[in-house]
């Protein structure tokens, strides 16, 4: 069965640098679909970018760009979130999303694209 799971979650201050984590289990890593949500107390959950498995293609919420990057490393089934600069409001619980078989054309930010969903990770950023 597919799993996600997230990790390294923390409380940094402004301006700092995280990364975050997702390994995978339970598919092939050939042409999915991986993504990373945000969701902060209160609001729903946003789209923060994606990254197809076939190839590199990535895409970004417009409030990251420059800022976040999204990778894979494919000999180990994971995919990362590198965030630089971090601000007050990239504070939100972080997620790990798939969705397998697919492109991830159209998908960013579209929540019911994807069946497949992590636990989460508490990024907190203070000033």
């Known amino acids: 069965q597919v799993q996600l799971a997230e990790s390294g979650g923390d409380s940094v201050q402004v301006g700092g640098s995280l990364r975050l984590s997702c390994r995978t289990s339970g598919f092939a890593w050939g042409l999915n679909c991986m993504a990373w949500f945000r969701q902060a107390p209160g609001k729903r959950r946003e789209g923060v970018a994606t990254?197809?498995?076939?190839?590199?293609?990535?895409e970004y919420v417009d409030s990251v760009k420059g800022r976040f990057t999204i990778s894979q490393d494919v000999a180990e089934k994971m995919v990362f979130l590198q965030m630089d600069d971090l601000r007050p409001e990239d504070t939100a619980m972080y997620f790990c999303?798939?969705?397998?078989?697919?492109?991830?054309?159209?998908?960013?930010?579209?929540?019911?694209?994807?069946?497949?969903w992590g636990q989460g990770t508490q990024v907190t950023v203070s000033s």
């Open positions: 990254i197809f498995t076939g190839g590199s293609g990535t």
């Open positions: 999303a798939a969705v397998t078989g697919g492109y991830c054309h159209g998908k960013l930010g579209r929540v019911r694209e994807f069946p497949y």
